[in-house]
Structures are given as structure tokens and as C-alpha cells.
T-cell receptor, first 112, second 114 residues
Framework: QQKVQQSPESLIVPEGGMASLNCTSS?????YFWWYRQHSGKSPKMLM?????GEKEEGRFTVHLNKASLHTSLHIRDSQPSDSALYLC????????????FGKGTKLSVKS | EAAVTQSPRNKVTVTGGNVTLSCRQT?????MYWYRQDTGHGLRLIHY???????QIGDVPDGYKATRTTQEDFFLLLELASPSQTSLYFC?????????????FGPGTRLTVL
């Protein structure tokens, strides 16, 4: 059973539109979440991290975290064709363990 | 920017063959990781290490060995390769004491087992 579930599996948005991606963990011991972005043929690169309840904004990207429901979401406003990529959510089980569990990802396509 | 390199970038072997994938990071990070990435499964952790001589078991360790010889170098060994190990392999490193705990990924090694 996948401990980190992402939805939707794929998403198509028009250029300039809003993209919303979701991620939920089934492990009650998860404490930290990350979002990574992987362009086609490239390696994953961290986009944003969120460790506390609430919202964090960086430019066109906003992440939300609800620790009670172990749910995080990533929102991309004014989507650009260069945002087309695989978006991976990662979660860490609490404690000193440095191991992350990744979801299967959401494939985002931004159409001009 | 953290630098993680992997070699070889592409490898083709036959069933039962021996394969060693190499990873080097030059940022003095304490943690290093080996993942495999397959369509439909996402990124899955094989093994990881928090320093030279240390090895921690990941989520999909069967059929893989790993060794961390120095702070910089982490190797993944497939001693009897099978077609099910055909995959894209990524190495990553992180400074777990850092502010964001970011993992930095290498460019990947595409392995094909015939």
C-alpha cells in the first residue's frame, strides 16, 4: 500500500490558469512534507518544503499543510508551459529518521 | 548548488550479470540515497547511508547491496541482475541538519537487464 497518495495522476491546465495538486499520507507519524518537480528526462529538484500547519508562498507557488488530516496541496497560479513536469510529493516519518517516502506523482501539462 | 554525479549514465547487462552503479557527491553531505524510478511506482528507496561504513535498508532492498566507502562515494551493487531490475536509478544526497532537509539528485543511470 502506497503510504503517500497523490491526486490527480495527470492534469491539463491552460496557460495562465491555476493548477492544484493534492497529497495525503496514510502514516500518522508523518511530520514533514516536500514537493519536488521533475522535468522530462531530468532528475527531481526540490520545489518547496512545508513543516508547519498553514500556508507558504513563493512566487507563483503556494503550498498548504493540514497536519491533522496529513494533507498537503500545491497550487500554481498563472501556469506556464515551463511548469509542465512531474510533481512528486514526499513525506518523512517523524523522529531522527532521514528517510523520505515519495508518492507516484502528478503529471502536469500546461497548454498554450 | 550541490553536485551529485553518477556513473555510468547508461548500462546494459544480461540476466545474472554483475553491475555496480557509482555515485559521488562533493558537498560534504552526511546522507546519501539510492532510488529506483519506474512508471506507475514513482520513486522508491532502495538503500541509504548516513556516513562512511553505514548502511540503512530502504523500502525495496531485495536483490541490491550497497556500500558507502567514504563521505563522498556510495555504490549500488546488483550481483545477479534480473529483468525486473531494469529501471532508472537515482542517487541523492542531503545535509539532514540543513534548514530545508533538501535532497539533491544526480542525473540518473538507466539500467537495462536483458
Amino acid at each position: 500500500q502506497q503510504k503517500v497518495q497523490q491526486s490527480p495522476e495527470s492534469l491539463i491546465v491552460p496557460e495562465g490558469g491555476m493548477a492544484s495538486l493534492n497529497c495525503t499520507s496514510s502514516d500518522r507519524n508523518v511530520d514533514y512534507f516536500w514537493w519536488y518537480r521533475q522535468h522530462s528526462g531530468k532528475s527531481p529538484k526540490m520545489l518547496m518544503s512545508i513543516f508547519s500547519n498553514g500556508e507558504k508562498e513563493e512566487g507563483r507557488f503556494t503550498v498548504h499543510l493540514n497536519k491533522a488530516s496529513l494533507h498537503t496541496s500545491l497550487h500554481i497560479r498563472d501556469s506556464q508551459p515551463s511548469d509542465s513536469a512531474l510533481y512528486l510529493c514526499a513525506a518523512r516519518t517523524g523522529g531522527s529518521n532521514a528517510k523520505l517516502t515519495f508518492g507516484k506523482g502528478t503529471k502536469l501539462s500546461v497548454k498554450s | 548548488e550541490a553536485a551529485v554525479t553518477q556513473s555510468p549514465r547508461n548500462k546494459v547487462t544480461v540476466t545474472g550479470g554483475n553491475v555496480t552503479l557509482s555515485c559521488r557527491q562533493t558537498n560534504s553531505h552526511n546522507y546519501m540515497y539510492w532510488y529506483r524510478q519506474d512508471t506507475g511506482h514513482g520513486l522508491r528507496l532502495i538503500h541509504y547511508s548516513y556516513g562512511a561504513g553505514n548502511l540503512q535498508i530502504g523500502d525495496v532492498p531485495d536483490g541490491y547491496k550497497a556500500t558507502r566507502t567514504t563521505q563522498e562515494d556510495f555504490f549500488l551493487l546488483l550481483e545477479l541482475a534480473s529483468p525486473s531490475q531494469t529501471s532508472l536509478y537515482f542517487c541523492a544526497s542531503s545535509d539532514w541538519g540543513g534548514a530545508s532537509y533538501e535532497q539533491y539528485f544526480g542525473p540518473g543511470t538507466r539500467l537495462t537487464v536483458l
